[in-house]
Structure formats: structure tokens, C-alpha cells
């Protein structure tokens, strides 16, 4: 190959690593960090702005501290977000959800609103094999901005839970919910968990929803994860498992595919052994088809450009 070649061919590397969506990586978790990484991202956060995450069931404690997330909340200006369940337990209606909200500290620091209280709304899903509508709690239709506020950790039917999780089941209604995991067969939470769909397609599924959220609100939204409290179990699991491996950092990008990658990413590179136990979950329940899809849709890239701001 000759030198002209040679330079030829990493200029086009490197205009090609340009154009890939930029994760950014803190290491150290802290409330200052959160800020900076947010800040980071170059898109402010303005008008009615809604911060979307888990407020976590009773009895779980690994949902994110409203201590650690406090700064970063009232400097947005941001109204806490979420829907019922659709399993029962202790956040299936408004009131027991509010409930477990203050419980967790979550009202103390900012307004929290349960978006299906008053009923939900379809969004269409363009493009889907299983979904034609996702339907989401009705007041998101409020909001200007969403903050997509993520506790990164497993999932005990997803794999993982991260960015993508957050927008699609967490943004649908209580029914929406059921409407997902049945992959469009039914909305009814009493008959949902009697005749769930292949794994793959559930994990489809999921992706159509995201990719409702991601054309509804357009650029008005950016994706934040914290990926300490490692378990292999949900903040939605009542008694979820002890994590096995130590806390990695904080992740943020403006794409939820290139976000969840890398935070998998960073556990399978880790050097903490008890890292099998959350790869286990993430690959038994084939959470990567779920990034695969998404990407097939086009509402992000698996490919990414991590920077380091420690």
C-alpha cells in the first residue's frame, strides 16, 4: 500500500469515528458528576422538562439515591416521571405508587407525577413488526424535554435494564406495559403473563416502543445512566438478588443505543469476577437482540466513541 493510500485510508477512519455517537464516562459517581456529565452533553434541558426513572418497588433498595440524583433534578427544573405497574405489587395504582415514591425520597426532591393516572395515549410506531400503536401514560404529552435518568443494572425478563427499558416500558401506561410484553396481543394484565411471546419478539417489541418515544419527542431528549447497585434483578423486583460486582460509573450520550452498549460494554470488560452472574442474565435472556433491533429501526448505532472525563 502506498503512503497516499496510507493517509487515505485514515482520514476515512477518522471522519468515520467522527460521526460516531459519543458516550460520555465518569467514573467516580458522584452528584457533582452527574451535573457535568449532563452538562457535557451540549443539549440543555428547557421548557416543562420530565426526568423518567425508576422510583423502585418497596422493598428494593437499589433504585438510584435522590440524594445523588438532587442536584442534577432541580437544576433542570425537572418533574420526576412514571407509570403503574403491570405485574401488581406495590406501585400498580397512583396512590400506592406515590406512596412508595415518598417512601424512597424521590417527592422530597422534585414533583413526581404518575403519567397514567388520568389514562393514557397511542403514539404511533412506524416501521414495526409487532406494534402499530405504543401506549404511554397521558400526561407525557405535557412535557417539552425528557431526561432519561437510568439505573443500569439486569432484568429478570429483559436482561438488562437501561436506557431503551426506560423509554419503552417505563414511559408505557399500565396497560401499554401489557401491550409490550405481548407484543401487541393484548392489553389486559390478568391474561399477559398467561401466553408471553417468543424472547426475541418480546425484545422487539420493546424496541418498537423506544422508537415511538424517540419520534415523538424528537431531539428534546437525552439519556443518563448510573450504573452502580449491579444486581441481576430490576428495581421492580420486591427482594432482587445482592449485587455480585462493584459500582462502574456514569454514562451519558444523546443516543439510548451507543449508551446501552457501552454500559454492557464496560461490565464484560471489567475485571471484577462477579461480573458472570449479570453477563448470565444479559445473555440468557438474549438482551442483545434488543440493541440489535433498535439499531435495525434506527434510533441509534452499537457503534460509539467512549470519552473519558475523569
Known amino acids: ?48 422538562v420530565a426526568v ?10 437499589n433504585y438510584l439515591n435522590p440524594n445523588l440524583i438532587k442536584d442534577l433534578v432541580q437544576k433542570i427544573n425537572g418533574t420526576i416521571i412514571e407509570c403503574n405497574t403491570a405485574y401488581g405489587g406495590g406501585r400498580a ?17 422534585a414533583p413526581v407525577d404518575i403519567m397514567d393516572a388520568e389514562g393514557e395515549v397511542a403514539l404511533p410506531v412506524n416501521g414495526g413488526k409487532h406494534l402499530k400503536e405504543d401506549y404511554v401514560g397521558k400526561n407525557f404529552l405535557n412535557y417539552d424535554f ?4 437510568s439505573h443500569f443494572k439486569g432484568h429478570p425478563m429483559a436482561g438488562f435494564g437501561g436506557a431503551l427499558k426506560n423509554i419503552s416500558i417505563g ?6 406495559k401489557a401491550w409490550i410484553h405481548s407484543a401487541g396481543k393484548t392489553k389486559s394484565q390478568a391474561d399477559v403473563w398467561n401466553d408471553l411471546p417468543h424472547q426475541d419478539i418480546f425484545q422487539e417489541s420493546m424496541a ?16 443518563i445512566s448510573v450504573a452502580n447497585n449491579l444486581s441481576v434483578d430490576c428495581d421492580c423486583v420486591a427482594t432482587p438478588e445482592d449485587p455480585k460486582m462493584g459500582d462502574i460509573g456514569i454514562l451519558a450520550s444523546l443516543d439510548p443505543v451507543a449508551l446501552d452498549r457501552a454500559c454492557i460494554d464496560l461490565v464484560r470488560a471489567s475485571e471484577d469476577h462477579g461480573k458472570i452472574h449479570l453477563i448470565e442474565r444479559i445473555d440468557s435472556r438474549n438482551g442483545m437482540h434488543n440493541l440489535e433491533y433498535a439499531e435495525q429501526l434506527g434510533i441509534g448505532s452499537q457503534k460509539y466513541e467512549l470519552v473519558k472525563l475523569d
Open 171 to 176: 414511559i408505557a401506561s399500565s396497560t401499554g
Open 146 to 149: 425528557t431526561v432519561v435518568l
Open 93 to 109: 395504582n397512583t396512590e400506592a405508587h406515590l406512596e412508595a415514591a415518598a417512601d424512597h425520597g424521590f417527592t422530597a426532591i
Open 208 to 223: 418498537e416502543a423506544s422508537k415511538a418515544i424517540i419520534d415523538h419527542v424528537g431531539d428534546k431528549i437525552l439519556y
Open 1 to 48: 500500500m502506498t503512503t497516499s493510500s496510507i493517509d487515505a485510508q485514515t482520514k476515512a477512519q477518522a471522519e468515520t469515528t467522527n460521526q460516531l455517537p459519543k458516550v460520555y464516562f465518569f467514573k467516580e459517581i458522584s452528584s457533582e458528576n452527574l451535573v457535568k456529565i449532563y452538562e457535557a452533553l451540549g443539549r440543555k434541558a428547557e421548557g416543562k
Open 52 to 61: 423518567k426513572l425508576s422510583t423502585g418497588e418497596p422493598g428494593n433498595n
